[in-house]
């Protein structure tokens, strides 16, 4: 069974801090990872990708992936309010077409 | 670029009716395409998904089914809707090794 899990939160963080949103997911034989952010009502948006082990950047986000331990997170350096959102750790297996994603984290800048 | 259009965005239907939701596709051949629904306050499930034309996995047993017709039409239909059937749905195609989506189509079944 291919499961995503994250902590639905909300997640409250001072604006100006780092957060901090984790995600594991249940099977091994996983090829790629992303972060999606959702705001209210609206259609999730992809904020990045990753492959490999290790960190990968883009502005004030990093992603982190940890294929051992089956985790894999993303940081949000310099929080701003509009970064209030859900987000959404998606993964797709190895030789599959399907692409799926955890529950969400909903994020709280608090200004 | 790859766009992914989708409607109606909004409907309101009774119990029993039934529904078609249909999803486009431009800058793209050939996409797999996908079909997710959001209930309030839950995650994304993945309803249905298309390697190509006529080709259709169904992730979960529900009283909805899903059609392609042409490369880049996605259509989504239930002969008769039940109340659980409300939430948001959303059509996502892939471009490269991510996926993007639609604006979603709010339906509420009352």
């Known amino acids: 069974q291919k499961e995503v899990e994250q902590n639905s939160g909300p997640l409250s963080v001072p604006e100006g801090a780092i957060a901090s949103l984790n995600c594991t997911y249940s099977d091994r034989g996983s090829q790629s990872f992303f972060w999606y952010r959702q705001y209210s009502g609206k259609s999730p948006e992809l904020i990045m990708f990753i492959y490999s082990n290790g960190d990968k950047e883009d502005g004030r986000f990093t992603a982190q992936l940890n294929k051992a331990s089956q985790y894999v997170s993303l940081l949000i350096r310099d929080s701003q309010p509009s970064d209030s959102a859900t987000y959404l750790c998606?993964?797709?297996?190895?030789?599959?077409?399907?692409?799926?994603f955890g529950k969400g984290t909903r994020l709280h800048i608090l200004p | 670029s790859q766009t992914i259009h989708q409607w109606p965005a909004t409907l309101v239907q009774p119990v029993g009716s039934p529904l078609s939701l249909e999803c486009t596709v431009e800058g793209t051949s050939n996409p797999n395409l996908y079909w997710y629904r959001q209930a309030a306050g839950r995650g994304l499930q993945l309803l249905f998904y298309?390697?190509?034309?006529?080709?259709i996995s169904s992730e979960v047993p529900q009283n909805l089914s899903a059609s392609r017709p042409q490369d880049r039409q996605f259509i989504l239909s239930s002969k008769k809707l039940l109340l659980s059937d409300s939430g948001f749905y959303l059509c996502a195609g892939d471009r490269g090794n991510t996926i993007y989506f639609g604006e979603g189509s709010w339906l509420t079944v009352v």
């Open positions: 998606a993964v797709n297996w190895e030789r599959d077409d399907k692409i799926i």
């Open positions: 298309s390697v190509g034309i006529g080709q």
